[in-house]
């Protein structure tokens, strides 16, 4: 009873000191909508972690309320539009919502659409959203203004100027998150316009604190620092030594050669050699095992603290999803004439995964070419379509006149297309028959996923003999 008793009391206690973000507001146009906000899981693999939503009521209005220990940066992307801005713990915030426009057709199957990217405004708002606001707003004013004098006649005077006028509105306030952002925008200008080698700039991310790592100035100059600095720099007369070290799991070299020739100290070492790995794994410069094992391995464990070992692992699980041999997410959807179907089903027979858009021309001419796939490996092949979601009797038209074949699944949420992170369309991968990957990006049907499975079923085959 007494311990009841104290449970009770600390939970009062706690609740008592409990203050919520709350987020309100209306916006007519947004009535019935529902808008998720993210935050990333790290700045090295930048995953989406759905933090809160915003749901409208018929009026357009809404309110929620988050519970945040920090000041954390959130981003949504709604129609054409990528909104930004920091939550902090306590507050009450009214973001302001633009005129919702939803993606034009054209705009839906661009791949390379990129949405319009802004600071919300915050009503009534004087603190850390309104200077950064600001800030970005005369920063954007002024490097525009001087685009050719900063970056291609590399002026000093001109950069000084910038600096001046920047410096002169917004000294340093005292806000830790905003001077952090100041400094590394400014940071970044700097090593921009100077061409500076990235080794010169990297001192100042020492003096950033973990808690802003996930902040959109610390990400852009930190990627600026070491986007792909190890595949470059094992091109160097050190590059022998970075080779050896990663093939021999050698953390202490590494993380001495990344300490002396960026000049950073503390935590910030640890996260630079995750991102130099991560970026390495896709280079094909080194072995992709060697990196896998180098960050599991218990060496790289022991230096880590509790906020490394996560973006650890956050990383080594990025790198190994749809890595060959591993298991396929498992897909169940209605096909297309509303039947329950999953894809994890053993036919004795080699998966064909193809996501596709039907009414994108370029998927239709890919998947006319699939009755030719069937009749020639029919026997060792099952084709199965995750269709993203379009007018169902207009697909279902198509699919028919063309005489498809396969598994016909209708991804009406678009909860795999997301969940295997597909770009663009088509997208292949081929399974085994236990929904292992075989390729984790297969070719598309007339791009010789015909000779690639025909090289690869005759080995196949092969060898099963033999064995």
């Known amino acids: 009873m007494n311990k009841l008793c104290i449970l009770?009391?600390?939970?009062?206690?706690?609740?008592k000191f409990a203050y919520p973000t709350i987020l309100e507001g209306q916006n007519e146009g947004y009535a019935f909508k529902e808008i998720v906000f993210y935050t990333y899981s790290d700045p090295v693999?930048?995953?989406?972690?759905?933090?809160?939503?915003?749901?409208?009521?018929?009026?357009?209005?809404?309110?929620?309320?988050?519970?945040?220990?920090?000041?954390?940066f959130v981003f949504s992307e709604f129609g054409v539009y990528r909104g930004e801005f920091f939550i902090e713990p306590g507050k009450t915030i009214q973001p302001v919502f633009p005129t919702f426009r939803e993606k034009s057709f054209a705009e839906q199957k661009n791949p390379f659409f990129e949405p319009v990217t802004f600071w919300f405004k915050l009503q009534g708002d004087?603190?850390?959203?309104?200077?950064?606001?600001?800030?970005?707003?005369?920063?954007?004013?002024?490097?525009?203004?001087?685009?050719?004098?900063?970056?291609?006649k590399q002026s000093q005077e001109i950069y000084d100027s910038v600096l001046f006028f920047v410096n002169k509105d917004f000294t340093q306030t005292g806000n830790s998150v905003f001077d952090g952002h100041k400094n590394l925008k400014l940071s970044f200008l700097e090593s921009e316009v100077f061409r500076q080698n990235p080794e010169d700039g990297a001192a100042i991310l020492s003096s950033v604190p973990a808690d802003s790592w996930e902040s959109p100035a610390f990400i852009s100059y930190f990627e600026r620092i070491f986007t792909n600095r190890l595949s470059f720099d094992a091109k160097t007369e050190k590059g022998a030594a970075i080779h050896k070290a990663i093939a021999q799991t050698d953390v202490g070299y590494l993380s001495g050669f990344v300490k002396d020739k960026y000049k950073l100290t503390g935590d910030i070492v640890k996260l630079a050699i995750i991102k130099m790995l991560h970026d390495a794994y896709y280079s094909g410069t080194f072995s992709q095992q060697a990196i896998l094992r180098f960050l599991q391995s218990g060496d790289w464990q022991n230096i880590s603290g509790k906020r490394i070992t996560q973006i650890t692992q956050n990383t080594v699980k990025k790198l190994s999803f749809l890595r060959q041999g591993t298991k396929a997410p498992e897909i169940c959807l209605k096909d297309i004439n509303g039947n329950?179907?999953?894809?994890?089903?053993n036919n004795g027979k080699f998966k064909y995964l193809v996501f596709a858009d039907a009414e994108m021309v370029v998927c239709r001419e890919h998947l006319k070419y699939l009755p030719k796939i069937e009749g020639r490996f029919q026997q060792h092949l099952e084709i199965v379509l995750v269709m993203r979601k379009t007018d169902i009797i207009e697909m279902k038209m198509f699919l028919d006149k063309n005489q498809i074949p396969g598994m016909q699944l209708v991804d009406e949420k678009g909860e795999y297309i997301q969940k295997y992170q597909v770009k663009t369309f088509p997208a292949c991968l081929l399974l085994d028959e236990n929904n292992n990957i075989v390729f984790g990006h297969a070719k598309a049907p007339l791009d010789g996923f015909e000779q690639q499975f025909g090289m690869f079923i005759r080995n196949e085959l092969f060898q099963r003999q033999r064995r």
């Open 126 to 152: 004087n603190g850390l959203n309104q200077q950064i606001s600001s800030f970005e707003n005369l920063f954007n004013q002024l490097t525009d203004k001087y685009f050719n004098q900063l970056y291609f």
């Open 45 to 72: 693999t930048k995953a989406k972690e759905g933090l809160f939503s915003i749901k409208f009521d018929g009026e357009g209005k809404f309110r929620t309320e988050v519970e945040v220990t920090k000041p954390t």
């Open 340 to 345: 329950d179907e999953c894809t994890s089903v």
């Open 8 to 15: 009770i009391i600390s939970f009062l206690l706690l609740g």
